[in-house]
């Protein structure tokens, strides 16, 4: 059973800045993609950013040049750096991995999520 563990989330003031980290519990190459997401309060989950195994990112407009999707291999952790930080980006940021299994002529998608971390800027 794969497990998700973000860390890093609290409180700043606006304009700073924050790393949340996710680690999972087995090798994070196992995973076509892993992400970021993030659900404000009355709001639906949005996703913030990805990252392909082969390296790519791409990100929500809301977020690009402010916000960064990085990894370490050796630790299997995935980390969201948050600089520019608005009030707006408050809210409880989730990580998920997606794997992609062959099944004969089917793709089979396994999503997972971790339990979540807070987030929130004050103005």
């Known amino acids: 059973q794969v497990q998700l563990v973000e860390s890093g989330g609290g409180l700043v003031q606006a304009g700073g800045s924050l790393r949340l980290s996710c680690a999972a519990s087995?090798?994070?190459?196992?995973?076509?993609?892993m992400g970021w997401y993030r659900q404000a309060p009355g709001k639906g989950r949005e996703r913030v950013g990805i990252?392909?195994?082969?390296?790519?990112?791409d990100y929500a407009d809301s977020v690009k040049g402010r916000f960064t999707i990085s990894r370490d291999n050796a630790k299997n952790t995935v980390y969201l750096q948050m600089n520019s930080l608005k009030p707006d980006d408050t809210a409880v940021y989730y990580c998920?991995?997606?794997?992609?299994?062959?099944?004969?002529?089917?793709?089979?998608?396994?999503?997972?999520w971790g339990q979540g971390t807070q987030v929130t800027v004050s103005s």
């Open positions: 990252l392909a195994r082969g390296g790519s990112t």
């Open positions: 087995g090798s994070i190459f196992s995973f076509n993609r």
């Open positions: 998920n991995a997606v794997e992609v299994v062959v099944a004969g002529h089917r793709d089979i998608e396994y999503d997972y």
